[in-house]
C-alpha cells in the first residue's frame, strides 16, 4: 500500500526539509550512500541475499532502493518497506565494504521515514505499542513482567501449559521460543536498587557504571550478576544509576526514531557523572555508541551523546584493555565462540573475549567457520520475520562445531536465538556468556581455597 496522492501532496506538519519521496526530518543521510559503487563485494557478506539470491535483499540493492527514493524515482510504499525491513541489520556488510558503506546506519534511517508514511496498524500495531512504548521504557513495568514470568514457571503454569499442550495456541516460532526461555531470577537493578557503590573486593581502582539492560535483567539477570561479581574481583567499584532506561536499540531498529531520541536523552543524562560504561549486551553497547547519530540535526544534544558514546565499552574490551586477573581455577571443557554481530561488526570486538576464555585454565576453544555470520535474532526480528531467522539460524548451526560442549559469546538476543537452534537441532550445547564463565573460574578457584 502506498502513499495516497492527497498525502503527498499535504506536508506532514513536522517537516523540516524534504528529499525526493522522503517528506520528514531526520533524512537518510546523503553522505552514507556516496561511496557504494555497487561493486558487490558486500553479496557473500549478506544472510539474506544468501537464503533468497534476490538483489532488493543486498545490501548494494538496499542502498540501491534507498537512494532511488531520494532520487524521486521510487515511492515510500509496502514495496520499498519490505526489503528494508527484512534486512538483518547484522552490518557484516559493512565489514565487507571497501568503502564503509554505513549501510546499517541508512536501514535505519530509511525505517524511520517509512514507519512515518506507513504506521503499523491493527493488532500488528498495538503489539508493537504496548511493547515497545508501555513495556520497555518503564523499570517498574518491566520488573511486573519478571515477576509474571517467574511466577509463570514456578507455579506448576508452565508445565501445565507444556504437558496440555494448551501453549501450541500460539505461533509455532513462539511456542519454540518458549521453550527456551531461561529460569527468571530477581532483576539486579531491583536487588542493588539501594545500594549505591557496590564497593570493589579489594583496593578500589576504577569505579564504573553497569547499563542493565530490558531483556538482560528480566532474562538474564545472573550475567548482570556475573557482570558484577567480575568487575569487582578485579578492583571496580560498580554503580547502577535507577534513571537509566531502556537503550532504545528495538526502537531505532523499528523505525521509531523519536522515542530512541528520547530513551537516548535519558541515559545521557543518567550516565552524565560517570567515567566509564560498562555493557554486557552487544546489541545495547552499539546502540549506546551510536547515539550521535540520531542526534545529526541537533547540535546540543550531538555533543552531548558524542560525549557519552566515548565512554561506552562492551565489558570483554573493557577487563582486555585494563587488566584483568586471570583465573587459577580449571574448567576442563571444549567451547566454542559465536560473534555477536553488534560486537564484531558494530563495535569492532572479536579478540578480546576470545583471549578472556583462552585465559582460563582448561579451556579448549574449538574453531567456529563464519563465527561472525549473524544467527538471526537480530532484536525481535526472529518475531517480525520468524521464516528467514529460521534459515538464517539453520546455516549458523551447520557451521556450529559438534564437538563442542559450550557456545560462548556477548548478547542475550544471540544466547535466547543459538539456545532455540540447539533444542531444535538436537544439540546439547549449553549457552554462555564471555563473562559468565569468567565468573565460574573465579567461583571455582574459591571454593578450593576454602576447602584448604
Known amino acids: 500500500m502506498s502513499l495516497r496522492e492527497s498525502d503527498l501532496k499535504q506536508e506532514p506538519a513536522c517537516t523540516i526539509n524534504r528529499l525526493g519521496n522522503y517528506l520528514w526530518s531526520d533524512l537518510p543521510d546523503e553522505n552514507k550512500w556516496a561511496d557504494c559503487v555497487h561493486c558487490g563485494m558486500c553479496l557473500e557478506s549478506c544472510p539474506t541475499y544468501e537464503q533468497t539470491g534476490q538483489e532488493q535483499h543486498s545490501p548494494r540493492g538496499r542502498v540501491h532502493l534507498i537512494k532511488s527514493v531520494a532520487e524521486g524515482k521510487l515511492e515510500v510504499n509496502e514495496a520499498f518497506a519490505d526489503p528494508v525491513f527484512a534486512c538483518l541489520d547484522c552490518r557484516a556488510c559493512t565489514t565487507a565494504c571497501p568503502a564503509d558503506v554505513d549501510v546499517g546506519g541508512l536501514i535505519e534511517e530509511a525505517r524511520g521515514q517509512i514507519r512515518q508514511a506507513l504506521p503499523l496498524t491493527g493488532w500488528k500495531g498495538a503489539v508493537s505499542r504496548f511493547f515497545l512504548e508501555g513495556v520497555f521504557p518503564h523499570p517498574n513495568r518491566l520488573h511486573l513482567l519478571s515477576s509474571l514470568l517467574k511466577f509463570y514457571q514456578k507455579s506448576g503454569l508452565q508445565k501445565v501449559a507444556r504437558k496440555t499442550r494448551l501453549i501450541n495456541i500460539m505461533p509455532k516460532h513462539l511456542v519454540e521460543m518458549e521453550a527456551i526461555l531461561p529460569k527468571v531470577k530477581q532483576p539486579v537493578r531491583k536487588k542493588y536498587k539501594h545500594a549505591g557503590v557496590i564497593k570493589a573486593k579489594g583496593e578500589t581502582r576504577r569505579t564504573v557504571a553497569l547499563l542493565t539492560g530490558c531483556v538482560m535483567d528480566v532474562m538474564f539477570s545472573d550475567i548482570n550478576e556475573a557482570t558484577i561479581n567480575v568487575l569487582t574481583r578485579n578492583g571496580n567499584d560498580v554503580i547502577i544509576p535507577q534513571n537509566q532506561t531502556c537503550c532504545g536499540a528495538l526502537h531505532v531498529h523499528a523505525g521509531d526514531r523519536e522515542t530512541g531520541r528520547k530513551l537516548a536523552k535519558q541515559n545521557i543524562e543518567a550516565f552524565k557523572d560517570v567515567d566509564r560504561v560498562i555493557v554486557n549486551a552487544a546489541g545495547c553497547g552499539c546502540m549506546l555508541k551510536e547515539y550521535p547519530e540520531l542526534f545529526r540535526e541537533d547540535p546540543k544534544w550531538r555533543e552531548k551523546a558524542e560525549k557519552f558514546s566515548s565512554k561506552v565499552e562492551d565489558i570483554s574490551k573493557y577487563l582486555h584493555d585494563t587488566g584483568y586477573e586471570k583465573p587459577k581455577a580449571e574448567i ?34 574449538v574453531h567456529m567457520p563464519n563465527a561472525d555470520r549473524c544467527c538471526g535474532s537480530a532484536g525481535i526480528y526472529n518475531i517480525t520475520h520468524p521464516e528467514m531467522a529460521e534459515a538464517v539460524l539453520q546455516s549458523k548451526m551447520q557451521n556450529v562445531p559438534e564437538d563442542v560442549e559450550i557456545i560462548s559469546m556477548g ?24 563473562v559468565q564463565l569468567l565468573d565460574w573460574a573465579y567461583q571455582k578457584e574459591d571454593s578450593l581455597k576454602e576447602v584448604k
Open 411 to 434: 548478547n542475550p538476543g544471540c544466547m535466547l536465538q543459538m539456545a532455540m537452534g540447539v533444542l531444535k537441532y538436537g544439540r546439547n550445547q549449553k549457552i554462555v556468556h564471555t
Open 332 to 365: 576442563k571443557t571444549r567451547i566454542t565462540y559465536h560473534d555477536a554481530c553488534h560486537l564484531a561488526h558494530g563495535q569492532g570486538v572479536r579478540q578480546e573475549p576470545r583471549d578472556i576464555l583462552l585465559s582460563i585454565p582448561g579451556v579448549e576453544m
